[in-house]
């Protein structure tokens, strides 16, 4: 008897690990075999954890899985209504290349620090290379909001998440007043 399945996302839901667990302060080790079973299914679980809880990014070390492995998943939300339209992709082993010397400070949040935002400064620009989960190197320029995810998911890899990378405690906001802050500029022509 074969059970049929029918599944959205190729994908189990995965727990979030919250601030204050050690695997979110450890270095994550290199991905040696991209197209091991393990790691595919990683890669099909973080896409469809990271789509079921609206995220925009998110990294195997969130996950409990000390991999350097992490899903840019940019879309317009309530939280970003400005992010760019993009496909999850699955970044592996990836580098930060050359950056600009220009830095921005802008909003940040992180699913392993629910309820909290940040303006966080990151580069602008950013030149990176990575392998795909076909196991081909992928080398490309990323601005603005995705180069901010792409810092933002590279960092969890080496344990950082952006409170480290605040200029000042006065840079955080709970999320009630970020929202009031999104729902004037929204209404506020750029
Ligand atoms: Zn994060």
């Known amino acids: ?41 990683l890669i099909n679980d973080m896409i469809a954890t990271v789509m079921d809880v609206d995220g925009v990014g998110l990294a195997a070390p969130q996950v409990y899985a000390p991999y350097r492995i992490f899903i840019i998943a940019s879309h317009p939300n309530a939280r970003y209504p400005y992010a760019p339209d993009m496909p999850p992709t699955a970044v592996i082993n ?29 580069y602008k620009e950013i030149e990176v290379e990575y392998l795909n989960r076909d ?19 590279s960092d969890h890899l080496d344990g950082i998440v952006f409170f480290d990378r605040l200029e000042t405690t006065k840079d955080i906001f709970m999320e009630k007043e970020y929202q009031k802050i999104i729902a004037r500029k929204k209404i506020t022509p750029a």
């Open 94 to 122: 990836p580098n930060i290349l050359t950056h600009s010397d220009v830095t921005e400070k802008d909003w940040e949040g992180c699913l392993s620090i629910p309820g909290v935002r940040g303006l966080i400064p990151r």
């Open 135 to 153: 196991g081909k190197r992928v080398k490309t320029q990323y601005a603005d909001f995705l180069a901010r995810i792409f810092q933002h998911e």
């Open 1 to 41: 008897m074969k059970e049929p399945t029918v599944k959205k996302h190729d994908g189990t839901l995965l727990q979030i690990a919250q601030l204050g667990h050690p695997v979110l302060r450890e270095k994550a080790h290199q991905i040696r075999d991209i197209k091991e079973q393990n790691i595919q299914q």
